[in-house]
């Protein structure tokens, strides 16, 4: 598989024609060669196949792989004794079946997660054999109700796991099958005396991905400790930007600086000197107006090449809830809408990845 990074129309015509090159980036992470896909923008398993089964289990991320993603996307958390499992958040009450253990019951609590109290149960609170005795359920049954035919089958997996699975699946399918970890609330586990990134690092390098070519991206909606982990990492970085907010880490510290200040032509210079890529909201991308529908796409995608970043947008969704109005075939928020509409209208942008959870829909719609 060839690593390269994909800059602008010269080398979408290269891509067109089933070329793949490599260019030089000038110097962020440690390897600046990032992955552009012969076939067209990468597909993401957005915490696995997470529409066809419940989020951030090996089941979800085995089916996300068979369904053709190039990447699968484990969220990282961490637990009392200080392993890294795939959990969406730290509390799992909403992704777990901890409710209806009696003998966790009393670790029920309210924490600040970010600025904001949360209730529920904390992984942070439990050992990773205590979390290995609850099984995982869909996070929106009420969306995703066939989902719930699986609640109760499925471990919460380690990171470790998480890379076995994902060789065993690269070597069965004949295609490496990429890894895109997300550091979830680096401050927040930092303030508590469990950091996130030494635990990342120790397990890519005993893995042996901590290296030039490795298929991994490290994702994190804060900055600073992608700027940690710059130092650290061979691997490609990749800072997420949501649609509204600042990262939790520049609030913390005063820095009134926000998301729209990071996609800035003077913000994405300052991104490029830490990281290849930015992970961006689709509305970034291309806005909704005030009845839901899409409207002109923004500059972003072409800024963002022009200073050296690839883009990846998230999360591309096939019900109704979540798709644009102009795409939506019902008032059902769980029926299936036009999403191959949404992907034409995005893919057309130039973009470099989407996160999918239908990633079997992602890369149909790629086929033009």
């Known amino acids: ?34 992955e552009v896909s012969r076939k067209g923008p990468l597909v993401i398993g957005h915490r696995g196949a997470s529409g066809y089964r419940p989020e951030h289990t090996l089941a979800a991320y085995e089916l ?20 890294l499992v795939a959990r969406h958040e730290n509390e799992i009450g909403g992704t777990t079946d901890v ?28 050992t990773l054999a205590e979390l290995k005795t609850l099984r995982a359920v869909e996070r929106i049954p009420d969306v995703r109700p066939r989902n719930t035919l699986y609640d109760g089958r499925f471990e919460i997996p380690t990171f470790e796991e998480v890379v076995e699975l994902s ?35 120790d397990v890519l390098n005993r893995k042996g991905l901590n290296r030039h070519g490795a298929k ?3 994702q994190s909606f804060e900055v600073a400790n992608l700027k940690a982990l710059k130092r650290e990492l061979r691997v490609p970085l990749v800072q997420l930007v949501s649609g509204s907010g600042a990262p939790y880490d520049f609030v913390k510290a005063g820095d009134k600086r926000t998301y729209g200040d990071l996609v800035t032509p003077a913000g994405l210079r300052e991104i490029r ?7 961006a909201e689709k509305s970034r991308i291309i806005p909704r107006d005030a009845d839901g529908r899409l409207t002109t796409p923004t500059t972003l995608v072409r800024d963002a090449h022009t200073r050296g970043l690839v883009v990846h947008a998230w999360t591309f969704r096939n019900e109704n ?30 973009l470099d990845g989407v996160f999918a959870d239908n990633p079997d829909t992602a890369v149909e719609a790629r086929k033009g």
Do not use: C, N
């Open 1 to 34: 598989m060839v690593r390269t990074r994909f800059v602008g129309a010269a080398l979408a015509a290269l891509v067109v024609a089933g070329v793949a090159a490599v260019l030089p980036t000038g110097s962020a992470s440690g390897d600046d060669r990032v």
């Open 64 to 83: 996300a792989a068979r369904m053709g993603a190039d990447y699968v996307e484990p969220d990282l958390v961490v637990t009392k004794d200080g392993k």
């Open 99 to 126: 409710a209806a253990h009696p003998e966790f019951a009393a670790r029920k609590t309210t924490k600040v997660v970010d600025g904001v109290p949360i209730t529920g149960w904390f992984t942070e609170d439990f």
């Open 167 to 201: 060789r065993r699946l690269s070597r069965e399918l004949g295609r490496d099958i990429g890894l895109y970890p997300e550091t979830k609330h680096p401050t927040y586990f930092q303030d508590i005396g469990l950091p996130l990134e030494p635990r990342l690092v």
């Open 216 to 218: 991994v991206y490290v």
């Open 273 to 279: 000197t830490y990281a290849s890529g930015i992970g």
């Open 321 to 350: 809830a979540f798709l644009p109005a102009d795409f939506r075939t019902s008032a059902d928020p769980a029926a299936y809408g036009r999403a191959f509409g949404e992907y034409a209208a995005f893919y057309a942008t130039g």
